[in-house]
């Protein structure tokens, strides 16, 4: 639930403030200075969005 609130649980609202919030602890990814490790963190987010993508899949409909 959001401060202030009144539905518990995971609502859409809070987990988009949740994935924000986690990757806003990552800073500007764009101000890694060494290649390899810019490479390995991309790459981390791709696997990450790709792994949303299949839940929204499975939870929503999504026409095509």
């Not at 986690?22 to 696997?47: F, Q, R, S, Y």
Request: no cysteine.
């Amino acid at each position: 639930m959001l401060t202030g609130g009144q539905i518990p649980g995971w609502t859409p609202e809070v987990a988009v403030v949740l994935w924000r919030r986690m990757l806003g602890v990552l800073g500007d990814v764009n101000d890694i200075d060494t290649p390899a490790v810019h490479e390995k963190v991309m790459g981390h987010l791709l696997e990450l969005q790709d792994t949303l993508i299949k839940v929204i899949e499975h939870v929503i409909i999504i026409p095509k």
